[in-house]
């Protein structure tokens, strides 16, 4: 099973968005399931405000960057990030995205869309939209997909203890928001 | 078993510098390679090994620390990115032919794209041109492995090694098995030896002679000899790959299905090449393609041209990144298969700007204010998004602007109206290269205003201290030197410091400035004002977040969208009126100036008050 695990996931947003955070937690619930895994990141000038992309490789790979049409999935914190980076997915590639409008599903390649930006207004936490979305990502694509994804919410969950370790509140606020973003599929009722 | 850990490519080579026993590290900062040092730094705050860890006043400063802790004996490596080692050039060169004494790494990162600089220049020909051997590490689990194989060279041979990351291996991220850090000592020893130590040129060329002896046998050194990467495939035709490009193309093969099928070999050390394996490639094979970035080192050593597939036949781009799709592309054309066409982005995405409530951004706009028909000479730093306001014409490298604002007004002076000349540069930036050409402007009498924006850290490449913090990379506390000092050190008479948070007092002092530089030569303005994500500020800010507002008397105008350009002013045309986003406004209340029509204000105070 660890040997032909093989998933690739495109995470894109702008700077202070916290992409770079959301890459983390996914490469090291990757890395606690015991696979290996690469990302590219981006930093330098770019972060301030401009867009932003990751690359996540879980399984075996040699290169840090994912060729166009070979991603699983997309984790888009902006609406405009799905007709940007789109290109990545795989035909039959999901895509989470964060915007207004509810969502467009289309079964071949599936999109779900989420009012992250709403949702964090909501639980008083401007700021975590990514883990909100974070959050959407492992409920749709565990439930609509049938486990799709390399890793679970209790995963993440767990990632997000280690790493926020002894920052009570921190962690607290993380967990809502994650929590937040997985209980919302169950509340648009999309399976 | 301990826990793999997921580490980035900068975190990796600094494990690597630990690991193998490296006891001074010294850098400038500079985007991909600042991690290597701060993580370094990082690491060392865990023990209490006395070893020398520091943020250089520039790369030439830090190379020459480094290099002398070397001829004393010790492992010693210097970090920079690829542009900085232009800087430390001079010395490079030098070191070459002088050799070393403990192993001495010189890591110089560089950016294919370009992502983050000015170029997009192949340190490697850095390495060539200073005769010394360069590692091409192709992830952060070999970037560490080659630290260990650069310090064993750089023994042997007692010469500076090269290792060139480039920014897909410094910000890509792997699980590393973390390592075991042990302390080496070692006993320090300079041996005086003015013959070589201080050389005369007569002496150099004997030192040159010995340095092409070095290269030789270099050339032909085991452990970083070429290596073939699949050893069952057999043909006429074979891929040399090296550095990131080799990872892409092990996945590319593969998926291809031409890895049974086409030799492919990975070069390590790209200069110099392995002999062997240059008469090796070019007696076997009739087609011998090579993917390298970003300028074609190995390709150049490859004897016979007419076999050679790559930048020079222009096979393989000469400018920008190579992709992954882009090497799939390459590869498939030269094996003969139908390449894939993929449409790429057409979307350009959002461009970088200034944090909300950037102390940079009122200073640049109060320039366009007191030097409306200026010249505004820039420099490089989370400022040169001055652009977006208008404020920036021009950004050469570090530490140009204030030579550039000399040169401007040399080449103006005999007109009959000649233009202000305002320029920017960060506080960082002054320190590196900004001193020297000041002092050129005081003795030339150059009339310009040279607005230093001082926030007090170097914030673009993750907020290192500058010399004025008093901080050392470990969170020391060291000496600082003031900025107003030294200005005035350098001859300067007309030198002021003013919050550019109080729009309106900035804006007047920048007229008296520009006024008394028409006259009197240069005039000196400190904009000081912290960066607002400044992670190493420990002390509560000063300034008290103001709550800003819009009324109703917003029109739309859209004046500060377009000339302030805050991201957290965001023009809502459905009515006619500018919102302020909640989320991103950093409460700097400069806008309340801004504003021409009055109509930004402070929440819950008595409007009239802030109608000057
Ligand atoms: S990081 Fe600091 S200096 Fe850079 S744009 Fe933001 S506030 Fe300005
Ligand atoms: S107060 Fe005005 S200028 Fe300052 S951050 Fe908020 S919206 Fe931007």
Sequence with gaps: ?191 | MIKRKLMLGNEAIALGLMENGCTMATSYPGTPASEILASFAALQKEESMPRHVQWAVNEKVAFEIAYAGSMSGLRTAVSMKQVGLNVASDSLMSAAYLGVTGGFVVISADDPGPHSSQTEQDSRLMAMMAKIPVLDPDSPMQAREMVATAFELSETFEIPVMLRPTTRVCHARQDIQPGNIQWHPREIDFQKDPARWAATPKFRFHLHQALEKKLDAIASYPKTAPVRLNVGADASKAVIVSGVAAGHAKEIMKDLNLWDRIPMYQVLQPFPLHGDFVSHMIDTYDEILVVEETTGIIEMQLADRHRIKGKLTRSVPRVGELLPETVEKIISEFAGVDPVEIDGASDPGVRPTLCAGCPHRAAFFAIKKAAPKGIYPSDIGCYTLGLNLGAVDTVLCMGAAVSQAAGFYHAFKNEKKPPDIVATIGDSTFFHAGVPALIDAVVQKVSFVLVILDNRTTAMTGNQPTPAVGMGAVGESLNSVEIEALVEGCGVKFCRVEDPYNLNEFISLLKDAVKYSREHGPAVVISRHPCLIDRLRKEKPAHQPVKVEVSDECDGCGFCVDHFECPALVLNEAADQVDIDPILCNGCGVCICVCPKNSIKEKGKDHSENTK
Aim: glycine share 10%.
């Design chain 1, 1 to 191: 099973m660890i040997g032909s695990m093989k998933q690739q996931i495109v995470i894109s947003g702008v700077g202070g968005q916290g992409v770079l955070f959301v890459t983390r937690l996914l490469a090291e619930a990757a890395i606690m399931r015991g696979f290996s895994v690469f990302t590219s990141e981006t930093h330098g000038m770019a972060q301030r405000g401009g867009t932003v992309l990751s690359h996540l490789k879980v399984g075996n790979f040699s290169s840090p960057l994912i060729r166009p049409a070979n991603a699983d999935g997309l984790l888009a914190l902006k609406a405009g990030g799905l007709s940007q980076h789109g290109f990545y997915l795989k035909p039959d590639a999901w895509a989470a995205v964060n915007r207004r409008e509810a969502v467009v599903q289309d079964s071949e390649s599936p999109v779900f869309a989420v009012d992250a930006d709403g949702l964090a207004q909501r639980i008083h936490q401007p700021k975590s939209v990514n883990l909100i979305l974070l959050g959407f990502t492992v409920g749709v694509v565990s439930k609509a997909l049938e486990n799709r994804l390399f890793c679970s919410f209790e995963d993440l969950k767990a990632v997000l203890e280690k790493q926020l370790a002894g920052k009570k509140k921190m962690l607290g606020d993380a967990i809502t928001a994650l929590e937040t973003g997985f209980n919302e599929f169950e509340r648009l009722n999309l399976g």
